[in-house]
C-alpha cells in the first residue's frame, strides 16, 4: 500500500521561489511514475509535473522553465522546485502515485504580495 505526504507549501510574493517535497512509501517507488498536481481556488486540478521511475520528466507549458520535478530514491522522496513563482500559482499541490492513483493529503502555495 502507497502512504503519500506532501510538505513545503506556504505564503510568498511574486518571483520567490519553494520547494515541495513528497515522501513516500511503498516497497515499488523506484520505479514508480511519480506526478504532481495542483488545484487552482474554484478550478479543476491539473497535471504540474511527472517523473518516470528511470527520470524522464514532464512538464506543464505553464510552469516549464520554473519548475522541476525530481526524486531521491534513496529517500523515496520527489520533489518540485518551483522558480519565479507567479499568482497564478496558487493552488493546493498534490503528489500522486500514478500507478495507485494514491494522493497525497496536499499542501497549500499561495503566491501574493
Known amino acids: 500500500q502507497v502512504h503519500l505526504v506532501e510538505s513545503g507549501g506556504g505564503l510568498v510574493q511574486p518571483g520567490g521561489s519553494l520547494r515541495l517535497s513528497c515522501v513516500t512509501s511503498g516497497d515499488t517507488f523506484r520505479r514508480a511514475f511519480m506526478a504532481w498536481y495542483r488545484q487552482p481556488p474554484g478550478k479543476e486540478r491539473e497535471l504540474v509535473a511527472s517523473i518516470t521511475g528511470g527520470g524522464s520528466t514532464n512538464y506543464a507549458d505553464s510552469v516549464k522553465g520554473r519548475f522541476t520535478i525530481s526524486r531521491d530514491n534513496s529517500k523515496t522522496k520527489i520533489y518540485l522546485q518551483m522558480n519565479n513563482l507567479k499568482p497564478e500559482d496558487t493552488a493546493v499541490y498534490y503528489c500522486?502515485?500514478?500507478?495507485?492513483?494514491?494522493w497525497g493529503q496536499g499542501t497549500q502555495v499561495t503566491v501574493s504580495a
Open positions: 500522486n502515485h500514478v500507478e495507485t492513483q494514491t
